[in-house]
């Protein structure tokens, strides 16, 4: 059984650290104005399934680890203080409400739930989900997409 946890564990390191090169890849390609393919490497059930576009994905990554909200290496949620779940939470709708995501992708309260703990490796409750508004954070780091906010 530990074996097992320290394989899966390390594979999902490698598979991290191969997704880290490719938003810092994406960032400097985004830099120098050049568009240059990047992999699709994901988890299951990850944001990625969700996004509209692939590069939308990995910019939105790459703005949360600059802005020091989710693990450089893992792609984990940080969870400093009192409200940062109802951050995530918010952060999921607001993307949403932006029009980030496919138009298919259905957004329950589980699977809020599931992104949460399947993507940033932090768990919500069901009733934090259905409380929290989109609007309830400030969240002024996103780029503007031209914005399909209701």
């Given amino acids: 059984m530990k074996v097992t946890m320290f394989i899966h564990k390390s594979l999902q390191f490698v598979l991290e650290a191969v997704n880290l090169y490719y938003v810092k890849h994406y960032l400097v390609t985004q830099t120098m104005a050049i568009a240059l393919p990047v992999i ?8 990625f399934d969700y996004f509209e576009k692939e590069e939308q994905y990995y910019e939105i990554k790459a703005i949360l680890i600059k802005e020091k909200l989710i693990a450089a290496l893992t792609f984990n ?8 779940k109802a951050h995530l939470i918010a952060l999921i709708k607001r993307l949403l409400a932006e029009g980030y995501y496919k138009k298919d992708k259905k957004f329950t309260n589980e699977a809020i739930m599931e992104l949460c703990t399947n993507t940033f490796s932090i768990k919500v409750s069901e009733s934090h989900v259905k409380h929290v508004k989109y609007n309830d954070i400030n969240i002024n780091y996103l780029p503007d997409l031209g914005l399909r906010l209701n």
């Fill in 40 to 47: 699709n490497i994901k988890k299951s059930m990850d944001f």
């Fill in 77 to 84: 949620w940080i969870d400093r203080d009192k409200g940062s």
